[in-house]
Nanobody, 116 residues
Framework: VQLQASGGGLVQAGESLTLSCRTSRSISGFKFVAWYRQAPGSQREFVASMTTSGLTNYADSLRGRFSISRDNVENTLALKMNSLTSEDTAVYYC???????????WGQGTQVTVSS
């Protein structure tokens, strides 16, 4: 199983950016997919998640500004980020847990840098 995150880059404060995570197998086979991020000098933190049934959850501080979605045909997970600030600068990782399993599969991360 592989997860490959992409879409990061350098953006200006206030702009939007959409990250993508492609899975090597059907994304419908994951019971749980999620985005995390890790800023320099900080621990990795939860951003957003989606269950196989489509139930979403967000970090309280990001709710309303970030949006998670899934494409079952393209087998991709997306994270739409709006009104970015310098505090959103981090490496963003996608994670997936397969149905009937507990092992967490992580993508390699994609860097998002927001300049103010």
């Amino acid at each position: 199983v592989q997860l490959q995150a992409s879409g990061g880059g350098l953006v200006q404060a206030g702009e939007s950016l959409t990250l993508s995570c492609r899975t090597s197998r059907s994304i419908s086979g994951f019971k749980f997919v999620a985005w995390y991020r890790q800023a320099p000098g900080s621990q990795r933190e939860f951003v957003a998640s989606m269950t196989t049934s489509g139930l979403t959850n967000y970090a309280d501080s990001l709710r309303g500004r970030f949006s998670i979605s899934r494409d079952n045909v393209e087998n991709t997970l997306a994270l739409k980020m709006n009104s970015l600030t310098s505090e959103d600068t981090a490496v963003y990782y996608c994670k997936g847990v397969l149905l009937g399993r507990s092992y967490e599969w992580w993508g390699q991360g994609t860097q998002v840098t927001v300049s103010s």
